[in-house]
């Protein structure tokens, strides 16, 4: 199965004699990262398929902070299109899409939200930690051939001791501990089945980095 593009602000100031500690961060910079999905679908009937899916996300970070302040991250997945067929099989729709983003180190974080997204069909998205990653949860469907992009991921954070560093990253190592999943609804022989899907970006690159001071 081979697959086309699919899955990613902070000044605060002290003034007048408010304590200045820990209340400074350098402007957020924006880059967006490729990235390169290892995917294996397991259909009933036949064996499993793997194909690989290109992706990408935007990350939105300051360069460094001081310890103790309150920063943002923000990921942006780039567009995404639902291939209509994999080696000779149709893609129906995807739907129950799960993107994984590992918890960050070196700071504590106070909350997170979605925002934005497209074509994600009329499933109300939502976000969560589920231990040491934070999941993005997407229920579609998302018809096949159809072009989407996820919500933006949004991450309030209070940065750690000083020298420390915050990194942003996707979860992910293998297709038994996934980075990316999602259901897909293929016609195989006589049935149409609802086929699950794993991913782990390789490589994973770091999205963004944050300097504590």
Same mark, same amino acid.
């Given at each position: 199965m081979r697959? /086309?593009? *699919?899955?990613?602000?902070?000044? *605060?100031?002290? $003034? @007048?004699?408010?304590?200045?500690? @820990?209340? $400074?961060?350098?402007? @957020?910079v924006a880059a967006e990262t490729p990235l390169t999905f290892d995917c294996q679908a397991k259909p009933p009937l036949v064996s499993p398929q793997t194909f690989t899916l290109d992706a990408g996300a935007e990350a939105t970070a300051p360069d460094s902070v001081a310890s103790g302040s309150a920063?943002? /991250?923000?990921?942006a997945p780039a567009p995404l299109t639902v291939p209509g067929? *994999?080696?000779?099989?149709?893609?129906?729709?995807? !739907?129950?899409?799960?993107?994984?983003? !590992?918890?960050?180190?070196?700071?504590?974080? $106070?909350?997170q939200n979605l925002t934005g997204g497209s074509g994600i069909g009329s499933g109300t998205p939502s976000v969560a930690v589920s231990g040491s990653e934070i999941v993005m949860t997407v229920p579609?469907?998302?018809?096949?051939?159809?072009?989407?992009?996820?919500?933006?991921?949004?991450?309030?954070?209070v940065a750690g001791a000083s020298g420390g560093t915050v990194s942003t990253q996707l979860a992910g190592t293998s297709y038994n501990s996934p980075g990316l999943t999602f259901t897909a609804r293929v016609p195989i022989l006589f049935i149409t089945a609802d086929v699950p899907t794993s991913c782990f970006s390789s490589p994973n690159p770091v999205l963004s980095s944050t300097t504590i001071t």
């Open positions: 697959s /086309v593009s *699919v899955l990613p602000r902070v000044i *605060v100031a002290a $003034t @007048g004699c408010l304590a200045l500690v @820990g209340l $400074t961060a350098s402007p @957020g920063f943002d /991250v923000a990921l067929s *994999v080696n000779g099989y149709t893609v129906k729709s995807i !739907k129950d899409i799960k993107l994984r983003a !590992k918890l960050p180190t070196d700071a504590t974080l $106070t909350g579609g469907p998302i018809n096949g051939g159809s072009t989407f992009t996820l919500p933006t991921l949004n991450l309030d954070l």
